[in-house]
Nanobody, 124 residues
Framework: QVQLVESGGGLVQAGDSLRLSCAASGRSFSMYAVGWFRQAPGKEREFAAAINWSGDYMHYADSVKGRFTISRDNAKSTVYLQMNSLKPEDTAVYYC?????????????????WGQGTQVTVSS
C-alpha cells in the first residue's frame, strides 16, 4: 500500500512559480512511475506530467510543456512539479498518482494510487 500526500499549492499571480511536492510512504515507491494530474472547476481531470521509476524519462501535456518540470528524489520518496510562468488557466486541484509498473502513462485509469490533491490558484 502506498500513501501519497501533495503539498506546495497556493494562491499566486500570473507569471509566478510554484513547486508542488508529492511525498510517498511505502518501500516500493522508487519502482513506481508518478504522474501529476489536475482538475479545474467544472472540468474533467487531465494529465499534466509524468516521470518513470528511474527519473530518466518524462512526459508532458502540451499545455504545460516548456513551463512545468517533473523530477523525483527516490531517496526522499518525493516527486516534484516545478511550475513556472503560471497562467490563470493553470488554476486547478493538482493530484499526484503512482503507477506500480514504473511506466509513464497518461490515462487516469493507468494509475493505482492517488493523493488527495492540493489547490493551485493563479490570479490574473
Amino acid at each position: 500500500q502506498v500513501q501519497l500526500v501533495e503539498s506546495g499549492g497556493g494562491l499566486v499571480q500570473a507569471g509566478d512559480s510554484l513547486r508542488l511536492s508529492c511525498a510517498a510512504s511505502g518501500r516500493s515507491f522508487s519502482m513506481y512511475a508518478v504522474g501529476w494530474f489536475r482538475q479545474a472547476p467544472g472540468k474533467e481531470r487531465e494529465f499534466a506530467a509524468a516521470i518513470n521509476w528511474s527519473g530518466d524519462y518524462m512526459h508532458y501535456a502540451d499545455s504545460v510543456k516548456g513551463r512545468f518540470t517533473i523530477s523525483r528524489d527516490n531517496a526522499k520518496s518525493t516527486v516534484y512539479l516545478q511550475m513556472n510562468s503560471l497562467k490563470p488557466e493553470d488554476t486547478a486541484v493538482y493530484y499526484c498518482a503512482a503507477e506500480i509498473h514504473g511506466r509513464v502513462v497518461t490515462r487516469i485509469d493507468g494509475y493505482d494510487y492517488w493523493g488527495q490533491g492540493t489547490q493551485v490558484t493563479v490570479s490574473s
